[in-house]
């Protein structure tokens, strides 16, 4: 073991499951097959689910130390900074032409905790002061509730008081001294010139008028807050919910009096008001409405029902394929029961990589440049040639595969706003029975995506590819660059269908918003769902009452 003071930039680690790493690291190769770890990054934001990390395939074939000291390459990447979720570099192999990106699905931050993973091999790019978590910290900030502040200036009133009754006191008992003390036989010469006999009697004026400040006022209060807090920690209302044993636990008594003063609560919704458990509803395919929630497999057997006519059978295939396909889903075998299991940093996916499971349609495993799925049965390898990653400006994503009859295809996902643009013209009935869908499931509370897809011609893709290439390797401005390449390639989409996700709202949410606003508290939700979407959770959760004017900003 080596201390973190000690780590060099170009360093190899060793980092095994259940350690933290010791500084920035890229990820060159773990103990799994395809170089995929799994990294817990609550000490950076408090996020608990796990996040993947993957090596890139010409480093992750190196298993062991001996191998990987003798890698000749160089890391280039940008200057440390403070983004934690923003990596770009690139790795160049000496003698070799080829330069391969990184980005942050490479990166691990110091700070972080490798989990389910026994352990990984990752080069250093920044560390001591330059690492993002060194970057990130602040001071940490003074709390003193508003009852300590007053009580402080009324305490340093006080003293300076108390200093100006000891100064006067002081000046007057030299001047009698001088005048009138020194003739009073039982008081006699003091021995001291005045301004000495005055800063002498200063001090002893201090020590008797020192019960001016009240002392025992801090220590009733320290005792009263103490009270307080283990009075809200023995509440039994307090408590989760049952069979957990984690109840309202006070982390300082220095703040009790002001929660009684809150006048405004600012709350997120997904994951804090909801349970961020995802589960897949409805969906919508060319003019088809199926509820996957109380009939599932539904999608399945209409495409395997003899009558179902070829458009519509094919166009909930390509809907499955799609949904099997366009993800960043990581497969894996359960060691305990055997099973194919799914992890993914975000739920919604696992959800609808499910939800295609159910249906016939499922993703087995993702290697470097392909992916593999089990369609009703049968094993079928899609060839990956590009991965369009979603980010919160785009809102989709995309990913462009070779199907085994050597067509080249563009499989879409995303946000009905972030797709109606990019559709190709035509199918005017299907798009505006899909859109009057999207509106049923925003009023019904679901979180709503687009499906959709486009078959690519070999040139278009070669010349895309070119300088998709370049802007994924460059160093500056890269999201940018790689943002406007995605727009080029990301257009005349055919509508395949839609999605209802459901994520329920956690126990007693709304009677514990309605007591709020009783009490005149003021609560602001921040959510990223459709306009529809977020007025129906304002219902259901009781922010929102029938009786209230509902003011809509749109511009």
Same mark, same amino acid.
């Given at each position: 073991?080596?201390?973190?003071?000690?780590?060099?930039?170009?360093?190899? #680690?060793?980092?095994?499951?259940?350690?933290?790493?010791?500084?920035?690291?890229?990820?060159?190769? +773990?103990?799994?097959?395809?170089?995929?770890?799994?990294?817990?990054?609550?000490?950076?934001?408090?996020?608990?689910?796990?996040?993947?990390? !993957?090596?890139?395939?010409?480093?992750?074939?190196?298993?062991?130390?001996?191998?990987?000291?003798?890698?000749?390459?160089?890391?280039? &990447?940008?200057?440390?900074?403070?983004?934690?979720?923003?990596?770009?570099?690139?790795?160049?192999?000496?003698?070799?032409?080829?330069?391969?990106?990184?980005?942050?699905?490479?990166?691990?931050?110091?700070?972080?905790?490798?989990?389910?993973?026994?352990? &990984?091999?990752?080069?250093?790019?920044?560390?001591?002061?330059?690492?993002?978590?060194?970057?990130?910290?602040?001071?940490?900030?003074?709390?003193f509730s508003t009852v300590e502040r007053t009580l402080n200036r009324f305490i340093l009133f006080v003293f300076l008081v108390q200093i100006l009754i000891c100064l006067a006191c002081a000046v007057v008992s030299g001047f009698f001294q001088e005048s009138t003390g020194s003739s009073i036989p039982f008081l006699g010469a003091s021995g001291y010139s005045v301004p000495v006999y005055g800063l002498r009697n200063f001090f002893t004026y201090f020590v008797l008028f020192n019960t001016?400040?009240?002392?025992?006022?801090?220590?009733?209060?320290? #005792?009263?807050?103490?009270?307080?807090?283990?009075?809200?920690?023995?509440?039994?209302?307090?408590?989760?919910?049952?069979?957990?044993?984690?109840?309202?636990?006070?982390?300082? @008594?220095?703040?009790?009096?002001?929660?009684?003063?809150?006048?405004?609560?600012? +709350?997120?919704?997904?994951?804090?008001? %909801?349970?961020? *458990?995802?589960?897949?509803?409805?969906?919508?395919?060319?003019?088809?409405?199926?509820?996957?929630?109380?009939?599932?497999?539904?999608?399945?057997?209409?495409?395997?029902?003899?009558?179902?006519?070829?458009?519509?059978?094919?166009? #909930?295939?390509?809907?499955?394929?799609?949904?099997?396909? &366009?993800?960043?889903?990581?497969?894996? *075998?359960?060691?305990?029961?055997?099973?194919?299991?799914?992890?993914?940093?975000?739920?919604?996916?696992?959800?609808?990589?499910?939800?295609?499971?159910?249906?016939?349609?499922?993703?087995?495993?993702?290697?470097?440049?392909?992916?593999?799925?089990?369609?009703?049965?049968?094993?079928?390898?899609?060839?990956?040639?590009?991965?369009?990653?979603?980010? @919160?400006?785009?809102?989709?994503?995309?990913?462009?595969?070779?199907?085994?009859?050597? !067509?080249?295809?563009?499989?879409?996902?995303?946000?009905? *706003?972030?797709?109606?643009?990019?559709?190709?013209?035509?199918?005017?009935?299907?798009?505006?029975? %899909?859109?009057?869908?999207? !509106?049923?499931?925003?009023?019904?509370?679901?979180?709503?995506?687009?499906?959709?897809?486009?078959?690519?011609?070999?040139?278009?893709?070669?010349?895309?590819?070119?300088?998709?290439?370049?802007?994924?390797?460059?160093?500056?401005?890269?999201?940018?660059?790689?943002?406007? *390449?995605?727009?080029?390639?990301? %257009?005349?989409?055919?509508?395949?269908?839609?999605?209802?996700?459901?994520?329920?709202?956690?126990?007693?949410v709304p009677e514990t918003i309605h007591y709020l606003l009783e009490a005149g508290i003021q609560l602001w939700v921040l959510t990223g769902d459709k306009q529809e979407t977020a007025i129906n959770i304002g219902y259901s959760s009781r922010l929102l009452n029938p009786s209230m004017e509902l003011v809509i900003v749109n511009s």
């Open positions: 073991a080596i201390f973190s003071q000690d780590i060099e930039v170009g360093d190899i #680690i060793y980092v095994a499951v259940g350690q933290h790493f010791p500084a920035d690291l890229v990820l060159f190769s +773990s103990a799994n097959e395809d170089g995929i770890c799994y990294v817990e990054t609550a000490n950076l934001d408090g996020e608990t689910n796990l996040k993947i990390r !993957k090596a890139l395939e010409s480093t992750s074939i190196y298993s062991d130390i001996e191998e990987i000291s003798q890698i000749q390459a160089v890391v280039q &990447c940008e200057a440390p900074n403070e983004r934690l979720y923003k990596f770009n570099g690139r790795l160049i192999f000496e003698g070799k032409d080829k330069i391969f990106s990184l980005n942050h699905t490479m990166f691990l931050q110091r700070g972080a905790q490798l989990r389910n993973t026994k352990y &990984c091999y990752g080069v250093c790019v920044y560390a001591g002061v330059d690492t993002k978590l060194f970057l990130n910290q602040q001071p940490p900030p003074s709390k001016m400040i009240p002392i025992s006022l801090w220590v009733t209060l320290e #005792i009263v807050r103490v009270g307080q807090a283990k009075f809200m920690e023995w509440d039994e209302q307090m408590g989760a919910s049952e069979g957990l044993d984690s109840g309202c636990r006070a982390k300082t @008594s220095n703040l009790n009096e002001d929660l009684g003063r809150i006048q405004h609560i600012f +709350s997120d919704k997904t994951g804090t008001l %909801t349970e961020n *458990i995802m589960s897949f509803c409805k969906c919508s395919v060319r003019m088809s409405l199926f509820d996957e929630k109380h009939k599932p497999g539904g999608l399945l057997a209409t495409l395997e029902y003899p009558t179902t006519p070829e458009e519509i059978a094919q166009s #909930i295939a390509d809907f499955l394929r799609i949904l099997a396909l &366009c993800h960043t889903v990581v497969s894996e *075998i359960d060691q305990d029961s055997g099973e194919l299991t799914y992890q993914s940093q975000s739920p919604d996916e696992t959800a609808l990589v499910e939800t295609a499971r159910n249906n016939g349609f499922v993703f087995m495993r993702r290697k470097a440049e392909e992916m593999i799925i089990r369609e009703r049965g049968v094993d079928v390898t899609y060839a990956l040639l590009a991965v369009l990653e979603f980010t @919160s400006m785009r809102r989709r994503m995309s990913i462009i595969v070779r199907t085994p009859e050597g !067509k080249i295809k563009l499989l879409s996902k995303g946000a009905d *706003i972030a797709m109606a643009d990019r559709m190709a013209d035509g199918d005017r009935v299907v798009k505006e029975d %899909t859109t009057r869908n999207l !509106k049923e499931f925003s009023r019904e509370g679901y979180r709503t995506l687009v499906v959709a897809q486009r078959e690519i011609s070999i040139d278009e893709f070669s010349d895309w590819k070119m300088a998709f290439y370049q802007a994924n390797n460059s160093l500056e401005n890269r999201e940018e660059k790689v943002e406007n *390449i995605c727009e080029l390639i990301e %257009t005349e989409l055919t509508l395949v269908g839609c999605t209802a996700i459901e994520d329920k709202l956690q126990d007693e």
